[in-house]
């Protein structure tokens, strides 16, 4: 750039201009292309930052902040635009360019700010949330980082010294869904400890644990439901206790907490390094909007559903549902398990295993549903029955947040958790589908060495299978077989299905060789939704256990899994004035 004023975009950038600078910068850019594409670049640069954050954006009040602070245009302050040639450099509009890349990007590194090109803002909140580690994590998920933008983040400096390594708290997140704590540790020689869960040999750390206390000492879960995980996000550990239950069964939280943290084990050093974390929720508390909506629905397939309620959480929106079959299906259920041998009870002996998987598949009814906009948008959807299958999920916006369903044969309870939503908000929860498992008696025999030169085509109620090639894999790295990438060792059968109506997965599946030995497999897939709706697959059967190519193979699978679109049932999520 040749510009000599060409050092102003970098204070522009770094928000160094004062106001009545920036307003000249902005001037000067309408005459100088060069600074003007230099800018253009950068800007355009900050555009792809953080594209997931398009599907939920900042609430009104933090966009309407920003907004405020802006220094617009003075009437005169601008010569009268003459009639410029059609060579002329196009005229940018630098407000509304700054404004909407304001409003796709709110995660910058630490130390750069915004570009707002008509003056400068800067609020505590937004400054917080670009520090914070939560924010600057690539893993952690977008609910963590709203709440972290909206100041439920505290960044504390919480340290203990033992065997020469220190153990610090960097940051705590207080959400009425989720607790959450950064931690760092390091040796005596300053250097950052390698926090890797997934490295093979000895474990290096060991976090003792970690309890929720209320102000008087009694914590929030027993310690057989403590529940707390672990992940490491960069240099740093996150160690998150879920609160889904408590705040889905109404519990009320206390306003203050403390987090016990006792690690037994850092950087292969036994010793004790213990903190306690001041927590406040009571903002979180508040923050945090509960909507009741009670209505219930039957499907056609004997599945009682009802909606209980939605929490909308700083980090999260939280669905409660609960779901249980009607006495007649749940009757008859019991009688084709009985037909067939099966049992609740798992069974010891050969295949007691395999008929309790079966009898368990057999009772699980799953659905799908959506949660749509006032415009009919579609803003968040949960799939239970195709989450493997994200071909064919319609699964969107959701956040893993803990267990998400626990309950008995009679009634289960369904907890689902969403990207943050504005509890103001007109919804309508809308049911897509209701999946069930019915028995299939499918078997081929194929004979490995001939299925290259001589594929085997077998059919089972509709399904159409197509078995096409063996592969003997010794080498336990990743290796492109067919369309699938398979790793690990054994037998490998590529297949191609296309599924009858309704059919949107084959399942339990296992093979024999010619001795009578079985294996279970599993099937690696791509799946194809048909323009009649119908579904085709393509992947290969992986059969781990298998040591040598077998003279002859029977393959079974034991159930398939259908979807049912025959549903009609809207529930409107209206908060009380």
Not at 312 to 340: C, G, Y
Not at 426 to 439: A, D, G, P, V
Request: with cysteine; proline share 5%.
């Amino acid at each position: 750039m040749k510009c000599v004023r060409a050092n102003r975009l970098a204070a522009e950038l770094n928000q160094d201009l004062s106001p009545f600078e920036a307003r000249q910068w902005e001037r000067h850019l309408e005459s100088c292309a060069d600074c003007r594409n230099e800018m253009e670049r950068l800007l355009v640069s900050l555009d792809d930052f953080d594209p997931a954050l398009e599907e939920v954006q900042p609430d009104d009040g933090f966009t309407q902040a920003i907004l405020d602070r802006l220094h617009p245009y003075a009437p005169g302050e601008l010569p009268q635009a003459a009639e410029a040639p059609d060579s002329a450099p196009k005229r940018i509009d630098w407000k509304k360019r700054s404004v909407d890349i304001l409003k796709k990007v709110t995660i910058v590194v630490a130390g750069l700010a915004v570009a707002i090109s008509l003056g400068t803002f800067v609020s505590p909140t937004f400054a917080d949330y670009v520090k914070s580690i939560f924010s600057s994590s690539k893993d952690v998920d977008q609910g963590i980082k709203e709440a972290v933008k909206q100041g439920f983040a505290k960044q504390l400096d919480l340290n203990v010294t033992d065997q020469g390594v220190t153990l610090r708290i960097k940051e705590v997140l207080a959400d009425t869904l989720r607790i959450a704590v950064m931690c760092e540790a390091i040796d005596q020689n300053g250097n950052k400890i390698d926090f890797d869960l997934l490295k093979p040999g000895e474990r290096k750390n060991r976090l003792q644990e970690f309890v929720l206390k209320d102000k008087n000492g009694k914590p929030l879960f027993k310690p057989e439901e403590g529940g707390w995980t672990m992940r490491k996000e960069g240099e740093y550990i996150m160690i998150r206790q879920e609160l889904t239950e408590l705040t889905a069964t109404g519990k009320e939280l206390p306003d203050e907490l403390t987090a016990e943290v006792h690690w037994a084990k850092l950087d292969g050093k036994e010793g004790s390094w213990k903190l306690t974390v001041p927590i406040d929720m009571a903002e979180a508390k508040r923050a945090t909007k509960s909507v009741a909506v009670k209505q219930q629905y039957t499907s056609p397939q004997g599945l009682k559903i009802d909606f209980k309620k939605v929490d909308f959480a700083p980090s999260a929106t939280l669905l409660s549902l609960e779901t249980q079959l009607t006495p007649e299906v749940r009757e008859r259920q019991k009688q084709i398990m009985k037909r067939n041998g099966l049992s609740g009870e798992m069974n010891p002996g050969p295949g007691g295993f395999q008929a309790f998987q079966l009898s368990r598949t057999l009772q699980e009814y799953k659905i799908a549903y959506e949660l749509v906009d006032e415009q009919g948008k579609v803003v968040a959807a949960q799939d239970e029955g195709l989450k493997l299958d994200k071909d064919l999920s319609i699964e969107k916006n959701t956040i893993v947040n803990g267990i998400s369903g626990m309950g008995t044969d009679e009634v289960m309870q369904l907890w689902h958790t969403f990207v943050p939503m504005s509890g103001d908000r007109k919804l309508t929860f809308r049911l897509h589908s209701i999946y069930t498992n019915e028995l299939a008696n499918f078997s081929a025999k194929l004979k490995p060495a001939q299925l290259q030169q001589k594929p085997v085509q077998a059919e089972d109620q509709g399904n159409r299978l197509t078995f096409s090639s063996f592969v003997m894999k010794t080498d336990p790295a990743e290796t492109k077989i067919g369309n699938q990438t398979v790793s690990g060792t054994g037998g490998v059968i590529e297949l191609q299905a296309e599924l009858a109506k309704d059919v949107v997965a084959l399942d339990l599946w296992q093979v024999k060789d010619e001795t009578g030995k079985e294996y279970d497999a599993s099937l690696q897939k791509t799946s194809t939704r048909n323009a009649d709706g119908t579904v085709s697959q393509h992947g290969v059967l992986v059969i781990p256990q298998l040591e040598k190519e077998p003279k002859e193979l029977t393959v079974t699978y034991k159930a398939v899994q259908k979807q049912h679109r025959d549903v009609k049932w809207e529930a409107p999520i209206v908060a009380k004035p």
